[in-house]
């Protein structure tokens, strides 16, 4: 809890003693800034913080520190914009890889208190990458694995009371730089530079003392956008104008068979394609499971309607992909429905739309899909 008093201090009064100290010289309007400070986190900044005794335990590594800048609210006084507090490309790739593969790895704070200091450097890189008005070859590099992150830690504390994780701004934060990410896309599509178009394949220019290097995988992010949204049509309008190379790889096509399988109703079907999904897209989807098993066992709930005749557990399990018999009869049980031993018995008059949704409890990601380093999740394509 001290913790995060601390990072909530951090992120209204640190910014605002910087910089209503140093931004005498202030920028004329519509200028457009460009970074001077190469390291993490700018002198200025290090130095209030280390006064004001807001060093984060996340950024104390052994016996050394290594400070990362904090995110600021802009307000109408302050003037952000000045280049020796703002942070080149380079470093701020620099940035995000040690973020993700470095820090999300510490064991020794809780995971909660992991997620809130990253988000917090991310949101600052992103401020930026804003305020410098980055090309859009350069944003895609930096927004690709905040997106990973953000699908990622929204299946990792699915399971944590609101208090600890507020999964809709998890989403808030995750539809910004999946925007973000694609807006830039098409960007680049349009220009007739075709070498800009292949840097969205590259990896990131820092690699870590392990050589594990962030990617940039734009087909992961449209399944992405897809998964994330399955109630929402516009994924798959932008679907369709994708070009047919776009169209013809087959994760992406795996993607839109699910939402539109989706739209029509047929969950059994989406489960069943659920089975191919890569780690980060079946975390995508998991958020959205509770919401499918509720219409499934619904559908079922008419269709096997029956005051005799059961269902096995094991098999609704099955369908549903509970992950075992336990879970699918208390899912069952939550929306009224009759469980007989290890069987239930479907009856369209006993089920109830409640309106809490049953949660299903996640699964280890690193043992279901055999990832060897839990960095894998933003290094793999």
């Given at each position: 809890m001290r913790v995060k008093l601390a990072a909530q201090v951090l992120s209204h009064s640190v910014a605002a003693g910087i910089f209503s100290k140093i931004a005498k010289g202030d920028m004329p309007t519509g200028a457009v800034a460009t970074g001077t400070c190469?390291?993490?986190?700018?002198?200025?900044?290090?130095?209030?913080?280390?006064?004001?005794?807001?060093?984060?335990?996340?950024?104390?590594?052994?016996?050394?520190?290594?400070?990362?800048?904090?995110?600021?609210?802009?307000?109408?006084?302050?003037?952000?914009?000045?280049?020796?507090?703002?942070?080149?490309?380079?470093?701020?790739?620099?940035?995000?890889?040690?973020?993700?593969?470095?820090?999300?790895?510490?064991?020794?704070?809780?995971?909660?208190?992991?997620?809130?200091?990253?988000?917090?450097?991310?949101?600052?890189?992103?401020?930026?990458?804003?305020?410098?008005?980055?090309?859009?070859?350069?944003?895609?590099?930096?927004?690709?694995?905040?997106?990973?992150?953000?699908?990622?830690?929204?299946?990792?504390?699915?399971?944590?009371?609101?208090?600890?994780?507020?999964?809709?701004?998890?989403?808030?934060?995750?539809?910004?730089?999946?925007?973000?990410?694609?807006?830039?896309?098409?960007?680049?599509?349009?220009?007739?530079?075709?070498?800009?178009?292949?840097?969205?394949?590259?990896?990131?220019?820092?690699?870590?003392?392990?050589?594990?290097?962030?990617?940039?995988?734009?087909?992961?992010?449209?399944?992405?956008?897809?998964?994330?949204?399955?109630?929402?049509?516009?994924?798959?309008?932008?679907?369709?104008?994708?070009?047919?190379?776009?169209?013809?790889?087959?994760?992406?096509q795996l993607a839109y068979k699910i939402a539109i399988s989706n739209m029509e109703g047929n969950y059994i079907k989406v489960f069943r394609l659920l089975d191919q999904l890569c780690p980060l897209t079946y975390c995508a989807v998991f958020a959205y499971l509770p919401t499918l098993q509720r219409r499934c066992l619904q559908v079922l709930s008419h269709g096997y309607h029956n005051k005799r005749l059961t269902v096995p557990s094991d098999v609704i399990a099955r369908w549903l992909r509970f992950p075992d018999r336990q879970e699918a009869k208390t899912t069952c049980q939550y929306y009224g429905l009759t469980v007989d031993g290890d069987a239930v018995r479907f009856d369209k008059t006993q089920f109830k739309m409640n309106d809490r949704l049953h949660q299903v409890k996640t699964e280890d990601l690193i043992t279901k899909f055999n990832i060897n380093n839990p960095s894998d999740i933003y290094t793999y394509t």
């Amino acid at each position: 809890m001290r913790v995060k008093l601390a990072a909530q201090v951090l992120s209204h009064s640190v910014a605002a003693g910087i910089f209503s100290k140093i931004a005498k010289g202030d920028m004329p309007t519509g200028a457009v800034a460009t970074g001077t400070c190469y390291s993490m986190c700018p002198e200025e900044e290090i130095k209030l913080r280390e006064t004001s005794k807001l060093i984060h335990v996340l950024e104390v590594v052994g016996s050394k520190r290594q400070l990362v800048k904090s995110y600021c609210r802009s307000a109408a006084d302050l003037h952000i914009a000045v280049p020796k507090l703002l942070r080149p490309y380079s470093v701020l790739t620099h940035t995000v890889e040690y973020l993700l593969v470095k820090v999300t790895q510490r064991d020794d704070v809780p995971q909660p208190v992991v997620y809130d200091f990253v988000n917090d450097r991310l949101r600052a890189v992103r401020q930026d990458m804003t305020i410098q008005r980055l090309p859009p070859d350069e944003c895609v590099n930096l927004l690709e694995p905040m997106v990973r992150f953000y699908v990622y830690y929204g299946y990792l504390l699915n399971d944590l009371p609101l208090k600890d994780f507020d999964p809709h701004l998890n989403k808030k934060y995750l539809l910004e730089c999946t925007k973000w990410f694609l807006s830039c896309c098409d960007s680049i599509t349009e220009r007739p530079d075709s070498e800009l178009i292949d840097r969205l394949s590259r990896f990131l220019h820092v690699s870590n003392n392990n050589d594990r290097r962030l990617v940039c995988d734009k087909v992961l992010i449209e399944c992405l956008y897809i998964l994330c949204n399955l109630d929402n049509i516009h994924p798959l309008y932008r679907y369709i104008k994708l070009s047919k190379e776009m169209k013809s790889n087959s994760k992406l096509q795996l993607a839109y068979k699910i939402a539109i399988s989706n739209m029509e109703g047929n969950y059994i079907k989406v489960f069943r394609l659920l089975d191919q999904l890569c780690p980060l897209t079946y975390c995508a989807v998991f958020a959205y499971l509770p919401t499918l098993q509720r219409r499934c066992l619904q559908v079922l709930s008419h269709g096997y309607h029956n005051k005799r005749l059961t269902v096995p557990s094991d098999v609704i399990a099955r369908w549903l992909r509970f992950p075992d018999r336990q879970e699918a009869k208390t899912t069952c049980q939550y929306y009224g429905l009759t469980v007989d031993g290890d069987a239930v018995r479907f009856d369209k008059t006993q089920f109830k739309m409640n309106d809490r949704l049953h949660q299903v409890k996640t699964e280890d990601l690193i043992t279901k899909f055999n990832i060897n380093n839990p960095s894998d999740i933003y290094t793999y394509t």
